[in-house]
């Protein structure tokens, strides 16, 4: 059997060593804050090969999409033409499977490119090493789903990624500086890998807008999500005393639940629970699922403590789909909840008008809710494709960016667009001049 040396024909960089120096020390909760182009990827690659010849298991290198995770990953090539994939030697390589984007290894290893937007193709399989790429623009769910398996399989993970603001991205690193017994984070910005040449750093200045450069040169968290749609709203939630957005939202057993929900089977199904109390929205709970009937949701429904009210149901689930011959709300009826639904689909522009008023009326529980409220934050406008505004600035059309986030968003928009005041006694419409 021939010797192979890993890591393959590549070396770590100067800049990179520290980071790598951990993974060879034991280390197997890494976050790299690295900025663009100082080869993230490839180092955390190159690791997953490494360790594949040391542990036969499942390797996987997960992007935020399928599609992202070929192009990046699968068919990613450095700068001397050379493919990431030479990471694994040629030798090493029993089969290549294009479609799956997978290779079996001699030794019993394989390895994985996954999109974190297949969530469901995640559960139940068992790997032993991750890569969670660009974890700021992931669906946070799929790390919840992975951890603990990473975990009872004593296995790693790296997160190598460039700042997207406050998000479940800064949450993550906060959670490994507090943890530095077992976690390794480090942030490298241009000053610190000078792999930039100073003219060509000066011309991205000019170019991109201030807060897009800091970010991706710099690794600021302080850009905001541009185009997000309730960055006013939650920000504001935020900064109120006490904050609306907490651990202090208490669930009141004597009083109903009210379910705000936006459906799907091979998608994403979203469930929020709220109660109303005074003139206050109360959101209690948060449930996301895909791949889930509506049998078994009712018994998730059912586990819980709460009294049931009455299920706010899309305008769609009066539709017959090939699952079942009844409807999602003719099969809830069936279960004995109590259903309700507009009888004419709600524009889209409305509904964001509504989520961001009644927004004002919120109170939401931080833990149980940590996942619908990352998605609310990442729920953004599309870009305009290669165009730039006055000031350079990003422009964006008014319609939603179709991604994990869209559907908690539309959960929440069922829910808050279905409050008809007068159901519910004490409960009163905003002051209207809140709207902005
Ligand atoms: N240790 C290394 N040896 C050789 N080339 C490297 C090394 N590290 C980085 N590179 C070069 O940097 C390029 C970018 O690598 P990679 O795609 O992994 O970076 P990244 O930080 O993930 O980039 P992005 O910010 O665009 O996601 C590679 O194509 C490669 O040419
Ligand atoms: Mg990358």
Redesign the pocket.
Known sequence: MPQIAMPHL????VY?EKAWGALENGIKRVVLV?H????????ALNWIATEAFRRPGMYWHLLPTFSQGRRVIWE?M??GGRPFLDAFPKDAIKRKLEQQMQLELHGGSKFQVVGSDEIDRLVGANPVGLVMSEYPLQNPAAWELLSPIIASNDGFVIF?Y?PRGHNHGWDLLEFARGHKDRWFSEILTVDDTNIVPPEMLAEEKEMLPKEIFEQEYYCSFNASLVGAYYKEQLAWMETQDPPRISDNVSWLPNKPVICGWDLGFADMAVCWFAQVIGSEIRIIDFEQASGRTVDAWAKVLREKPYTYDVMKLPYDSSQHTMLSQYSVEEQFTSLGFNCQRPFVPIPLHEQHATVRLLLRQCWIHKTMCKLGISALREYTKKPVPGQRGPNNEQLYQDVPLHNWASHPASGLATLLCAFQPEDYGEFKQPDASYVV
Request: no cysteine.
């Open positions: 590549w070396h770590p960089r990179q690295w663009r182009r100082t080869g993230k990827d490839l180092t990613g450095d700068h190598p460039t």
